[in-house]
T-cell receptor, first 113, second 113 residues
Framework: DVKVTQSSRYLVKRTGEKVFLECVQD?????MFWYRQDPGLGLRLIYFSYDVKMKEKGDIPEGYSVSREKKERFSLILESASTNQTSMYLCASSLGQANYEQYFGPGTRLTVT | GENVEQHPSTLSVQEGDSAVIKCTYS??????FPWYKQELGKRPQLIIDIRSNVGEKKDQRIAVTLNKTAKHFSLHITETQPEDSAVYFC????????????FGQGTRLTINP
């Protein structure tokens, strides 16, 4: 079974703080993704990575950055958290090479006060 | 870029009846269309997918149909049960460059006993 884990289920941070969300997958997947989930807006892609040290912007990258130093780990960074970044953050991974199925982590509910 | 529209946003059906959720996409090059189910408090999980070389795929009570000419695809759930209550997301693959999914806005399905 593919396992995708995220560092925290719930996180509360103050405006202006730097926030790190970590995601780890154990199936040697090539691709990793960070989504933001808000009611009525579906899953919106923030950033994704198709190889170690490679990253591409998704649809809503503003205010976020990412890091992928090892194949199994993909980090999302909020450089200076703002209240409009309060949301559910979901990480996912996929094998790649025409294997498109994405496996999701349990999510991190981030509240910025 | 790819755009995926999903309807309806909410759907309520009587237990035992059928439910249909519809999605349209804009990029005619898309060739993979998955459906994810997200139960309350849980992560999204793939329930069925279809590739563009087939028009229909069935798995027990769940089926997906694809009309490439019209650029729309649908999820059909027959003989609905209480455990079908969840949020359902459709998606379409973008294959230019790195592979990524574009998700619809989601449909909250409620099965009434």
């Amino acid at each position: 079974d593919v396992k995708v884990t995220q560092s925290s289920r719930y996180l509360v941070k103050r405006t202006g703080e730097k926030v790190f969300l970590e995601c780890v997958q154990d199936m040697d997947h090539e691709n990793m993704f960070w989504y933001r989930q808000d009611p009525g807006l579906g899953l919106r892609l923030i950033y994704f990575s198709y190889d170690v040290k490679m990253k591409e912007k998704g649809d809503i990258p503003e205010g976020y950055s990412v890091s992928r130093e090892k194949k199994e780990r993909f980090s999302l960074i909020l450089e200076s958290a703002s209240t409009n970044q309060t949301s559910m953050y979901l990480c996912a991974s996929s094998l790649g090479q025409a294997n498109y199925e994405q496996y999701f982590g349990p999510g991190t509910r981030l509240t910025v006060t | 870029g790819e755009n995926v529209e999903q309807h309806p946003s909410t759907l309520s059906v009587q237990e035992g009846d059928s439910a249909v959720i519809k999605c349209t996409y804009s990029d005619s090059a898309s060739n993979y269309f998955p459906w994810y189910k997200q139960e309350l408090g849980k992560r999204p999980q793939l329930i069925i997918d279809i590739r563009s070389n087939v028009g229909e795929k069935k798995d027990q009570r769940i089926a997906v149909t694809l009309n490439k000419t019209a650029k729309h695809f649908s999820l059909h759930i027959t003989e609905t049960q209480p455990e079908d209550s969840a949020v359902y997301f459709c998606a379409a693959i973008i294959i230019q460059g790195a592979q990524k999914l574009v998700f619809g806005q989601g449909t909250r399905l409620t099965i009434n006993p």
